[in-house]
């Protein structure tokens, strides 16, 4: 055989021996199954629970198999935009931030269900109706909130004198004045990561009662007094407590950061502490976390939702709807909360108490959390021209620039003209 | 033939129309079609037809997972409008421009040190490869760490000469950042240039340097006259594929900076994506990812007109 | 000159101006090229509590420990991915090596009609940009419900490794002459025959070097894996390693260090095998080309 031919034997070769990674088709499973697509966690206990526990219950109580799919952490969209482009790959999956608003033509209307559950499990937040509901409806059965929350090194504040984290963000910038001094800056993320620029500065914009768009989703407000103190807050807090590497930190730096030491506080969620409890015990013992200081106008933080949604080309609707219906069943929902401790923060009034929270007592703060949580680009509806302005990081991106040196005015022109081209549309 | 072939064409006309079909199959255009046919199917298929589609998308509002509409020329309009925009395009060129310049004049100058015969030269020809072999996502994790302040050598190095602590912020300054990026894709791209150049130099016949010697020229002279208009075709090939690979860049900044500081590191390729995949907004995205396509063919057309000329 | 010599062999002189002529030039090469690759092994084997210290110098390790390689290779998939990472290479160059000679062959040997028409489409089939084409493929790929399979790759990564082939290969085949290929036509054996038997045993550098190349890149791809392969079973290197050893804003450094060396150095031990023929294969098709 000559070289072609004798290549081209060798991919049918190939190709035939591995059918099922070429097959078309083969990257879904067959049968008659509920397929639950679902991020892959960051503890892995909550994945065992929902595999060797939870779905082997409901097969054996209905005959019905589940197939937990876990795609890797960031792969979600894609995963879900790809599903729900074709019309096939998941019954039930997991959503979260925009999503539910994105994608809201192909979910089922899950309402029902929302109003059992909340009746069973002592009501939802407020916040959970702000992330789950789309135009009246409900699209998603919210989970839980993951929260983005100060941590702050108890040791190195105390050598300052403070015990208690400070109330508000005047008070916290006088503390990363003088731990700065010390060689103990703050660090919180002002570039292009995700969690951990948004969780400090919508929060912080929102509390000094600025805003990006009103509620009517079309009248841009951000050009205010309110915006301008907050960029002006945010410039010396930067320039007096901070490292100049924020700039161009991306959601892994903090964590980074705090490991090293380098640090004294930042924002975050619980991924700091509970990595440092499992590899750096001595820091993990002097890392505390609490809630974002409150502006003259609030206190306030980010919501990020977890839910779960059924898509509405699904061919098996109906089992599916019966699947997540036992699953948010209180039965089944705390023993799967507590499978993670209390990394997710649930979004229903009967867990308030749970005994959960006393096994991490230093994430209750999580939980107090949620009530003045919102979604980014609050209190402008969730919708297309919000999920551009936060994808091209308009907020983030002004701040930053103020902190990097830029006139107040100008980032706020430039952030607003920005704003009002994506807002031109509606 | 005789005219005696007449009768006989009853007998002979099965093999002469196999003849006839084999001797029409070897003629040279049909030769050519037919072999062509299938890498241009497989083309057409899977590059022309997404093309085309790319195009049509640039041209709609189509929010992902809803029917598309017909816009025109509106995502190309605010894309005009769209500040962050021509920071891409600015950042896209400078980034090409000065990483394709950095190998080139790099790549030429290991050219020439390595054509000169050493021991264990193949294995350093192979090793100094690694850097374009190793999987760009992994070695730009590992320059996320030895470009944080806290850790980069260079920073101990000149904190020791008396900089104020921590030293520079590589990846927090926008200025450095650029620079940085572009550090980092000479870096990878360096050693592919300069082993494709080594290639070239190696077919020198010695005798036109022998003959450039002789009659007197020096080192410099030599490199000049002789050497660089002999390399120039394999320059020109290296330096396009070059430029249309750190044009479409992606990996480097999707890991390493995400486009920050403030969009100071953002590609178009980074910004499409965001655009297509974070915001949903898959025509805008293509819109951004279409517009490099003129850009970059002005770019080679560019390049090729002022290297011929040399 | 005198016999045994080599243009540019450096000879006759000290050692000093040895050194200064090959060693300096090429051991600054050889630091910088490499300087990352040390940081990546130091930390590949540095325990975390190490690794974080930002008070010990970062080139020096104390307690070296072979854990990262141990938790790579035991807790994640990451063999798993090498072997999809190196099938998806040799098959997608494989396609790529027969499609680009299929339209190098042709443009470098025939006379026909809109040959010159055809060498600029393949030229601008290169230009067009992977952004721009992975939407458009996307949809390609799960209407044709390849998504999460191998398939979906090695029927993409062709797109832009087929015209750089087409066009390395075109060069090269411009170089060999032509006079057994007429010597074969005059005994009477057909035009694809000639090709099969007489001319393409004569290109093996040629395939080589193009073949090194378009698995460099197939290897190294990331975009469309990223978009196409979001189960763990069917990931290639690049996006396995950083879908898995960063979860959530925590990376494992260590472990993701041990990936990258053990994801380069066999691959370049195959090169420096290769080279010889790699060096040789880009010097007859470019430079003439």
């Known amino acids: 055989m000559s070289g072609s031919s004798r290549r081209d034997f060798l991919k049918i070769a190939l190709a035939g021996a591995a059918g099922a990674t070429f097959a078309p088709g083969a990257g879904r499973a067959a049968g008659k199954t509920v397929t639950f697509l679902h991020e892959s966690s960051f503890i892995k206990t909550f994945d065992e629970y929902m595999q060797n526990t939870l779905a082997p219950a409901y097969e054996k109580a209905t005959g019905v198999k589940v197939v937990y799919e876990l795609t890797s952490v960031g792969s979600l969209p894609t995963r879900i935009s790809t599903i729900a482009e074709t019309g096939s790959g998941a019954d039930v999956t997991m959503i979260f931030l925009l999503y539910p608003f994105l994608f809201a033509d192909k979910l089922m209307d899950v309402g029902d269900i929302a109003e059992d559950i909340g009746k069973q499990q002592g009501g939802w937040y407020d916040a959970a109706k702000e992330a789950g509901i789309v135009n009246g409806k409900w699209k998603a059965i919210p989970h839980s909130n993951i929260g983005q929350l100060m941590n702050w090194r108890t040791d190195w504040f105390a050598e300052v004198g403070v015990k208690k984290f400070p109330e508000t963000w005047e008070e916290l910038y006088e503390v990363g004045k003088k731990l700065k001094a010390k060689d103990h800056p703050f660090g919180f993320e002002l570039g292009h990561g995700f969690g951990d620029n948004h969780g400090w500065l919508y929060p912080l914009l929102w509390s000094y009662g600025g805003r990006e768009v009103e509620a009517d989703g079309k009248t841009v407000v951000i050009d205010s007094d309110e915006t301008a103190r907050a960029v002006d807050f945010a410039r010396k807090f930067f320039k007096d407590t901070m490292l100049d590497d924020v700039l161009g930190w991306t959601d892994v730096s903090n964590n980074k950061a705090w490991m090293a030491e380098q640090i004294s506080c930042t924002n975050n969620a619980e991924s700091i502490l509970w990595f440092a409890k499992r590899d750096f015990p001595e820091i993990g013992k002097v890392t505390d976390q609490a809630q974002n200081p409150a502006g003259p106008k609030g206190r306030f933080h980010l919501l990020n939702c977890i839910g779960h949604s059924i898509f509405n080309f699904s061919p098996e609707k109906e089992e599916t709807h019966k699947f997540l219906r036992w699953l948010m069943d209180e039965k089944q929902l705390g023993g799967w909360y507590a499978s993670a401790d209390s990394y997710y923060q649930p979004f229903l009034h009967a867990y308030d108490n749970a005994p959960m929270w006393q096994v991490e007592p230093r994430n209750i703060p999580y939980r107090d959390a949620m009530a003045s949580a919102h979604l980014p680009g609050w209190p402008a509806p969730p919708n297309r021209q919000l999920a551009e302005v936060v994808a091209k990081y308009v907020t983030v991106d002004m701040f930053a620039k103020a902190c990097a040196g830029a006139a107040t005015k100008d980032v706020i022109k430039s952030a607003e003209a920005q704003l009002k081209e994506i807002y031109r549309a509606v | 033939m005789s005219i005696r072939s007449d009768p006989l064409i009853g007998v002979v006309r099965p093999p002469h129309r196999a003849a006839s079909l084999a001797l029409w199959l070897d003629r040279e255009s049909v030769f050519s079609w037919l072999m062509m046919t299938l890498p241009l199917l497989f083309l057409a298929a899977f590059v022309g037809y997404p093309f085309v589609y790319g195009i049509l998308l640039s041209l709609q509002d189509r929010p992902v997972a809803q029917p598309g509409h017909f816009v025109g020329l509106k995502n190309f309009i605010a894309d005009y409008h769209d500040p962050i925009f021509w920071r891409v395009a600015i950042n896209t060129f400078v980034y090409t421009a000065v990483a394709t310049l950095l190998k080139m004049v790099g790549g030429l100058g290991l050219a020439l040190a390595m054509n000169q015969h050493f021991r264990m030269k193949n294995l350093v020809r192979a090793v100094l490869l690694l850097p374009f072999i190793v999987p760009t996502v992994l070695s730009t994790v590992a320059w996320m760490w030895m470009l944080d302040p806290a850790f980069s050598v260079v920073n101990r190095i000149l904190i020791g000469l008396g900089w104020p602590r921590p030293g520079p912020s590589w990846l927090g300054n926008p200025i450095l950042a650029m620079c940085s990026i572009i550090v980092i894709n000479t870096w990878r791209g360096l050693p592919f240039y300069g082993i494709t150049l080594l290639a070239g130099l190696q077919t020198v016949p010695p005798e036109l340097y022998e003959a450039a010697t002789i009659d007197g020229a020096s080192g410099w002279q030599r490199f000049r006259y002789v050497t660089l208009p002999l390399l120039q075709p394999i320059i020109l090939i290296v330096t396009l594929f070059s430029v249309i690979f750190t044009f479409a860049d992606f990996q480097l900044v999707y890991v390493l900076t995400h486009g920050g500081p403030q969009n100071a590191t953002q590609l178009f390729a980074t910004y499409a994506f965001d655009i297509g995949m974070g915001a949903g907004q898959l025509g805008l995205g293509a819109s951004v990812a279409l517009t490099m396509l003129p850009a970059l063919a002005l770019l080679i057309v560019a390049l090729t007109l002022y290297l011929r000329k040399q | ?289």
């Open chain 3, 1 to 289: 000159m005198a016999q045994g010599m080599v243009p540019g062999m450096v000879t006759g002189h000290g050692w000093l101006e040895r050194t200064l002529r090959v060693w300096l030039p090429v051991g600054c090469f050889l630091v910088l090229a490499l300087f990352p690759f040390y940081w990546m092994a130091i930390t590949s084997i540095k325990p975390n509590a190490e690794l974080y210290n930002k008070n010990l110098m970062p080139l020096l390790v104390r307690n070296p420990t072979l854990k990262h390689y141990v938790d790579l290779l035991t807790e994640t998939s990451f063999l798993l991915w090498t072997w999809n990472t190196m099938l998806v290479a040799v098959v997608s160059t494989a396609i790529s090596l027969v499609l680009g000679t299929m339209l190098a062959y042709p443009l470098a040997r025939m006379r026909f009609a809109g040959a010159g028409l055809i060498a600029m489409t393949v030229a601008a089939v290169y230009l067009v940009p992977q952004p721009l084409l992975f939407l458009p493929l996307a949809d390609v790929i799960n209407r044709l419900d390849l998504g999460n399979t191998l398939t979906s790759v090695i029927l993409t990564y062709p797109t832009m490794l087929v015209p750089f082939c087409a066009w390395l290969l075109l060069g090269y085949f411009k170089t060999v002459p032509k006079e057994l290929e007429e010597a074969a036509r005059i005994d009477g054996a057909g035009r694809l025959q000639t090709m099969r038997q007489i001319f393409l045993p004569l290109c093996i550098p040629g395939f080589i070097s193009a073949g090194i190349f378009a698995f460099t890149l197939s290897q190294n791809e990331f975009l469309y894996a990223l978009i196409f392969l979001t189960k763990s079973s069917v990931r290639t290197v690049p996006v396995g390693v950083i879908a898995e050893l960063i979860r959530g804003d925590v990376f494992y450094w260590g472990q993701l260090m041990a990936g990258a060396l053990l994801g380069s150095i066999p691959v370049a031990l195959i090169y420096s095998f290769f080279v010889e023929h790699y060096v040789a294969g880009l010097t007859s098709g470019s430079v003439k080309g």
